[in-house]
């Protein structure tokens, strides 16, 4: 995992940019959702974008933390982070390591949960676009 994150565009909104932190499995079914069209690989020819999203999806840890943050911190304004997935939200399964942050919202301003163990791609792109929408 480096500083940068994978971008890609929101199919039926194309002006939502999504940044995915490629953590663990979750990110898996942010791949999942570009093979099924509901996301496409973000394009130098694109508009500028309305927003950005940063998706956590995955264990972070402590060791990670400041990889997460500078990914969340080079995105341009307007931005929103979600966390994806029982492990972004709350540790998952690996909650009581002492490794692994609980809550990304230490570093991040979390601006909204997507649950799921791991979410489906529908569920993640539908969750974007909706709390997108709220916020």
Known sequence: ???SSVAYRVSSD????????ELACCA???GSA????????????????????MLISGTVTHLLAPLVTAQWQALSEPK???AVGACASSGGPYWDAPTVLNAMTEFIPVSG?????PPSPESIVESIRLLVTQS
């Open 113 to 117: 949960f997507i649950a799921g163990c």
């Open 80 to 82: 929103l982070a979600f």
């Open 34 to 53: 570009v093979t099924r069209g509901l996301l496409e690989p973000d394009a130098a020819h694109h508009e500028p974008s309305r927003i950005d999203v």
């Open 14 to 21: 194309p002006e939502i940019r999504v940044h995915v932190s």
């Open 1 to 3: 995992m480096g500083s």
């Open 28 to 30: 898996l079914e942010v």
